[in-house]
Protein backbone atom coordinates (compact mmCIF):
# COMPACT_ATOMS: atom_id res chain seq x y z
CA UNK A 1 0.00 0.00 0.00
CA UNK A 2 1.54 3.31 -0.86
CA UNK A 3 0.69 6.44 1.15
CA UNK A 4 0.79 10.21 0.35
CA UNK A 5 0.78 12.85 2.80
CA UNK A 6 0.78 16.70 1.67
CA UNK A 7 1.86 19.47 3.56
CA UNK A 8 2.65 23.32 3.06
CA UNK A 9 -0.13 24.51 2.21
CA UNK A 10 -1.84 27.99 3.76
CA UNK A 11 -2.59 31.54 2.78
CA UNK A 12 -0.32 33.86 0.73
CA UNK A 13 -0.91 36.91 -1.13
CA UNK A 14 -0.72 37.79 -4.60
CA UNK A 15 2.33 37.80 -5.91
CA UNK A 16 3.51 35.54 -3.48
CA UNK A 17 5.18 31.76 -2.75
CA UNK A 18 4.79 28.74 -1.60
CA UNK A 19 6.70 25.25 -1.60
CA UNK A 20 4.29 22.09 -1.34
CA UNK A 21 5.81 18.99 0.05
CA UNK A 22 4.44 15.53 -0.30
CA UNK A 23 5.83 12.47 1.33
CA UNK A 24 5.64 8.88 -0.28
CA UNK A 25 5.64 5.32 1.53
CA UNK A 26 6.89 2.34 -0.69
CA UNK A 27 10.03 0.69 -1.99
CA UNK A 28 10.03 1.91 -5.25
CA UNK A 29 9.46 5.59 -4.99
CA UNK A 30 12.23 6.18 -7.69
CA UNK A 31 10.41 4.45 -10.41
CA UNK A 32 6.98 5.87 -9.83
CA UNK A 33 5.76 9.26 -11.98
CA UNK A 34 4.74 11.68 -9.14
CA UNK A 35 2.23 14.66 -9.86
CA UNK A 36 0.61 17.78 -8.23
CA UNK A 37 -2.93 18.36 -9.28
CA UNK A 38 -5.82 20.61 -7.34
CA UNK A 39 -9.32 21.00 -7.42
CA UNK A 40 -11.00 24.33 -6.96
CA UNK A 41 -14.92 24.56 -5.38
CA UNK A 42 -17.47 24.27 -8.45
CA UNK A 43 -14.42 22.85 -11.06
CA UNK A 44 -13.05 19.42 -12.02
CA UNK A 45 -9.77 17.94 -10.29
CA UNK A 46 -6.78 19.61 -13.14
CA UNK A 47 -3.49 18.65 -13.81
CA UNK A 48 -0.81 20.93 -12.20
CA UNK A 49 2.69 19.26 -13.06
CA UNK A 50 3.69 15.61 -13.34
CA UNK A 51 7.50 14.21 -12.99
CA UNK A 52 8.93 11.07 -13.64
CA UNK A 53 11.35 8.16 -12.95
CA UNK A 54 13.54 9.49 -15.30
CA UNK A 55 12.78 13.17 -13.91
CA UNK A 56 11.58 14.73 -17.05
CA UNK A 57 8.80 17.27 -16.57
CA UNK A 58 5.26 18.06 -17.95
CA UNK A 59 3.38 21.59 -16.79
CA UNK A 60 -0.08 22.72 -17.31
CA UNK A 61 -0.54 25.73 -19.84
CA UNK A 62 -2.06 28.09 -16.51
CA UNK A 63 1.34 27.17 -14.48
CA UNK A 64 4.41 26.88 -16.46
CA UNK A 65 7.00 29.17 -15.69
CA UNK A 66 5.30 29.60 -12.32
CA UNK A 67 5.52 26.45 -11.05
CA UNK A 68 8.17 23.89 -10.78
CA UNK A 69 7.90 19.95 -9.40
CA UNK A 70 11.11 18.26 -8.30
CA UNK A 71 11.74 15.34 -6.48
CA UNK A 72 14.22 14.06 -3.95
CA UNK A 73 14.46 10.17 -4.07
CA UNK A 74 16.54 9.77 -0.97
CA UNK A 75 13.68 11.84 1.22
CA UNK A 76 10.97 9.79 -0.94
CA UNK A 77 9.61 12.94 -1.45
CA UNK A 78 8.50 15.36 -4.59
CA UNK A 79 7.76 19.58 -4.16
CA UNK A 80 5.73 21.60 -5.91
CA UNK A 81 7.78 25.14 -5.54
CA UNK A 82 4.85 28.08 -6.46
CA UNK A 83 5.91 31.29 -7.47
CA UNK A 84 3.96 34.77 -8.59
CA UNK A 85 1.02 33.18 -7.20
CA UNK A 86 -2.59 34.40 -8.54
CA UNK A 87 -5.85 33.89 -7.10
CA UNK A 88 -7.17 31.47 -9.94
CA UNK A 89 -4.32 29.27 -8.26
CA UNK A 90 -6.78 28.91 -4.85
CA UNK A 91 -7.53 25.25 -4.51
CA UNK A 92 -6.95 22.00 -2.66
CA UNK A 93 -4.19 20.33 -3.83
CA UNK A 94 -3.55 16.96 -4.54
CA UNK A 95 0.04 14.48 -4.46
CA UNK A 96 -0.34 11.51 -6.74
CA UNK A 97 1.82 8.49 -7.45
CA UNK A 98 1.19 6.22 -10.54
CA UNK A 99 3.52 2.89 -11.48
CA UNK A 100 2.10 -0.13 -13.54
CA UNK A 101 -1.51 -0.71 -12.44
CA UNK A 102 -1.44 1.70 -9.00
CA UNK A 103 -3.02 5.32 -8.49
CA UNK A 104 -2.61 6.62 -5.52
CA UNK A 105 -3.52 10.10 -4.02
CA UNK A 106 -2.94 11.97 -0.59
CA UNK A 107 -5.21 13.85 1.32
CA UNK A 108 -4.53 16.79 -0.22
CA UNK A 109 -3.62 20.29 1.03
CA UNK A 110 -5.27 23.54 0.92
CA UNK A 111 -3.98 26.80 -0.84
CA UNK A 112 -5.42 29.68 -0.59
CA UNK A 113 -4.30 33.34 -2.37
CA UNK A 114 -5.62 37.14 -1.31
CA UNK A 115 -5.71 39.53 -3.89
Known amino acids: QVQLVESGGGLVQAGGSLTLSCAAS????????MGWYRQAPGRQRELVATITGLHATNYADSVKGRFTISRDNGLKTVYLQMNTLKPEDTAVYYC?????????WGQGTQVTVSS
Open 96 to 104: NSRLGGGDY
Open 26 to 33: GSIFSLST
